[in-house]
């Protein structure tokens, strides 16, 4: 049973991996994240996307991230939404928050699918011939989600 649902997790990472690739394909931006987070501490690492504008400075950017450690495996579909604020710098913040469908399984024990709730902060930064880095802060409002995620990446267009 354990190892059959370790592999239709493997299986959703896979769909939601092409579902992120065909999205980048189709010209919208994409890039990697990684990081940590603390109540599961694990290291991160995954995937996002960036879709247009759905209303002045307000970003629609799902992502999905795999998590590894505390004795430990976890998977998580973020839905977050940005408000960018505008600068006259380099240096982009934004604020916002988000859903997040988070399963967790620990060693030899169940695994378990949850639904929670995330406040985000963050920069953007980088030149302008370059991919845009951002830092993004995470924090866990409800308790199905980590208390606390530190997230870097990369963006390409």
Known sequence: MRDMLRISTLAVLVAVCLAFASTAWAGYPAGVRAGFS????????????????????????????????????????????????????????????????????PDNSDGNTDLGVTALGGVFFGSENGPPLFVDVKLGITDEVPDWKFIFGVMFK
Not at 39 to 54: A, I, N, S, T
Not at 67 to 77: E, H, T
Not at 78 to 102: E, K
């Open 38 to 105: 603390s109540d599961p501490d694990q290291f991160l690492f995954g995937l996002q996307v960036e879709f247009p504008p759905v209303a002045k400075n307000l970003y629609i950017v799902p992502s999905t991230e795999v998590g590894i450690g505390d004795d430990a495996f976890s998977l998580s579909v973020n839905g977050d939404v940005q408000y960018r604020f505008h600068t006259s710098s380099g240096i982009r913040p934004y604020a916002g928050g988000g859903l997040t469908l988070y399963y967790f399984d």
